[in-house]
Nanobody, 127 residues
Framework: QLQLVESGGGLVQPGGSLRLSCAAS????????VGWFRQAPGKEREGVAC????????NYADSVKGRFTISRDNAKNTVYLQMDSLKPEDTAIYYC????????????????????WGQGTQVTVSS
């Protein structure tokens, strides 16, 4: 069974850091484009960052550039999202998505293009 499991969310003060993990089972994650998306209460789902399949090309939303870093650990079949300099507006449920965006030269932050979703992990940035 193909499954994505996120972890690493929690409560952090503004300016703090968290690292989210997205662990895959049932398939080789490196063969898939992987994206992190988030949704805050009352807001639309927003693409945060993605990393291309079988490589390291990345793409970030303007709102997180310079603060968030997405990376892979193929040995652990896991994708990470390192979040630094967190702001209250980063508060949301964060979801990991995987898909094979074969028609694109790089990953894109459109959730409808991804096939597999994790259950989400809550990130709250508050003092």
């Amino acid at each position: 069974q193909l499954q994505l499991v996120e972890s690493g969310g929690g409560l952090v003060q503004p300016g703090g850091s968290l690292r989210l993990s997205c662990a895959a089972s049932g398939f080789v994650l490196d063969a898939y484009d992987v994206g992190w998306f988030r949704q805050a209460p009352g807001k639309e789902r927003e693409g945060v960052a993605c990393i291309q399949r079988s490589g390291s090309r990345t793409n970030y939303a303007d709102s997180v550039k310079g603060r968030f870093t997405i990376s892979r650990d193929n040995a652990k079949n896991t994708v990470y999202l390192q979040m630094d300099s967190l702001k209250p507006e980063d508060t949301a449920i964060y979801y990991c998505l995987a898909g094979r965006l074969l028609l694109f030269s790089q990953c894109v932050l459109s959730p409808s293009l991804y096939n597999y979703w994790g259950q989400g992990t809550q990130v709250t940035v508050s003092s």
